[in-house]
């Protein structure tokens, strides 16, 4: 099993890319959008969150609102889509959602201006300063997304395993060598790895009982799994609102032990 984790930039031919990669080893697919669609069966939240960024410096407290569901559901869609099988992801920024785990393969794919303006112009049917306008504000508006989401920028190499050029090697070179990644053990799922997904995606469930019920959404609660039980991590409570929290919570299929800890706020550093 491995998990290549795509963060692509505006028009740089990962389509292709991943069509490539698809037919030579069948591996599944799963984009950006498609979470986003899982996402939205929560009351429109993508959707939602999406039309809030273009005003999030003028207005951070009504996006901040929406931030931290739409985490905790995007995390949880892509756990239950990753957790099976060999899968590529392609977006721009959700692979910071998750950790850093042994059959988990982050790559940044790039592109020369001049390709991406002229794959523009043939997708969208436009002329060339249409094209470099389009490109320059798509690249800005996912860099913001990214900073405003994750306190991350998706340019730095340094948050990715494998960083390729499509300016410097063809689409078939590219495809042979995450295709060749795939069969390396150093990324073949190990037990130790996949007793860390599945203690993600039980941390996933606690924290979406936590954002999708009435009594509990206001809170930022991040939850952490180990082999002694689950912990959450929030504001301080009241009696009362604790015992609440913590009854939701265990509603949880599978969870053991539970224990709250207060004064820290949720980060995804994604501690395991």
Known sequence: MTVILISRGTMSGV????????????????????????????????????????????????????????????????????????????????????????????????????MRVKMTMQRLNCDEKAARDYIADADQYRVKWARFMYGKDIRNPLHYDVNLNLGHMSLGAACGILESLTREDDFQASPESREIVDRLHLA?????????????????????????????IGPYLEDSELETVLAVARTTPGLKDLQYTPGYVPTFENGV
């Open 15 to 114: 389509h292709l890319l991943v069509e490539c990669l698809m037919g030579r080893t069948g591996i599944r697919c799963i984009s950006h959008e498609d979470l986003e669609k899982i996402v939205d069966h929560h009351g429109k939240l993508a959707k939602r969150v999406l039309e809030k960024l273009d005003h999030a410096t003028s207005a951070y407290d009504q996006f901040s609102d929406l931030r931290w569901p739409y985490m905790v559901l995007m995390r949880k869609a892509m756990l239950e889509e990753i957790c099976t099988d060999d899968v590529i992801y392609h977006g721009y920024s959700a692979h910071f959602l998750l950790p850093v785990i042994r059959h988990f393969v982050r790559v940044r794919i790039d592109a020369p201006l001049d």
């Open 204 to 232: 996933a469930d606690v924290e979406v009982a936590l954002v999708t019920d009435p009594r509990t959404e206001k809170y930022e609660i991040s939850a952490r799994v180990d082999e002694n039980g689950a912990q959450l």
